[in-house]
């Protein structure tokens, strides 16, 4: 197969509708950015990769980083971490409060919101503050993508810090509901942090190659989590990975994959590659437009849809 006349064709097809959709604005660090980039990577098992676009650029992940923190809080707790978040889909909004009311304080799946909020908890309750928290998140993610230059950014963070007050309200909710251990400020500082990662389609192909190995990295050998956890996560991906439009990825890109409000989508194709897009205007869920169009494209074009 020729990967890059693939991923040439998928960028010419995907060039005008790279004006549809709308940048995140509720960061609003995050409506800065230049709104028509597009980068797609590819990274092979035998370290070999592929590239169209701005594949370089870094972006704020967003809630990609919630897959590095929930292998993270598994790796450490292993089962007992669903006492306090579940494995189900929400069929809600990334950021929505009803449902966890009436389900009294306990998130749906590590990728909502409130889910990824209180797996932040449980690292908070194992590495204490919050700048130690984030340095074993951050080096966590240095170490699976084999890469030491991973930072944050810090406008995005005070952004969001400044404007987190949905973030805030779940915290609380879950304070109130005792399924928050550390100091609610404490937590969303953490989270936040770790949400404004930034990192480059490039990068994230390379970093999620383990979740397509069985928990390995294939090029380094090192194991991560057990082949367990990682077919677990790449089931929540699959059923939770896009909120309430995970079936609507499942139905047209069928992979599990992650997406993020900062327009960056991560994508695992089982025994073969992982794959990361990149186009910061979202469609009405939340996920990058562009971005889900082209791995529709993909998988189209390569069979390689895991259905
Ligand atoms: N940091 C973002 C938030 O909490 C993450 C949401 C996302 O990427 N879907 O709203």
Known sequence: MNYQDILNEIYQTIEPILKEGKVADYIPALAQVNPNQFAMSITLFDGSSYHIGCSDENF???SISKVFTFTKALSIYSKELY?????EPSGNPFNSLVQLEYELGIPRNPFINAGAIVITDTL?????????TYNEISNFIKEISDNVDISFDKNVWFSEYKH?????ALANLMKSFNNLDNDVEEVVKTYFKHCSITMSTKELSRAMLFLANNGIDPITNK????????????????????YDASGDFAYHVGLPGKSG?????????????????FSPRLNNWGNSLAGTKALEMFTTKTNLSIF
Not at 83 to 87: E, F, H, S
Not at 124 to 132: A, H, M
Not at 267 to 277: D, G, H, N, T, Y
Request: charged content about 20%; hydrophobic content about 40%.
């Open 261 to 277: 409000v900062g327009g960056g989508i991560v994508a695992i194709v089982p025994k073969v590659m992982s794959l990361a897009v």
């Open 124 to 132: 908070l309750n194992k590495y204490k503050t919050v700048d130690e």
């Open 223 to 242: 194991r991560f989590i057990t082949s367990s956890q990682a077919k677990r996560i790449n089931a929540v991906m699959l059923t939770c990975g896009h």
């Open 83 to 87: 006492a306090r978040v579940g494995k």
């Open 164 to 168: 987190g007050h949905r973030n805030m």
């Open 60 to 62: 704020s992940i967003q």
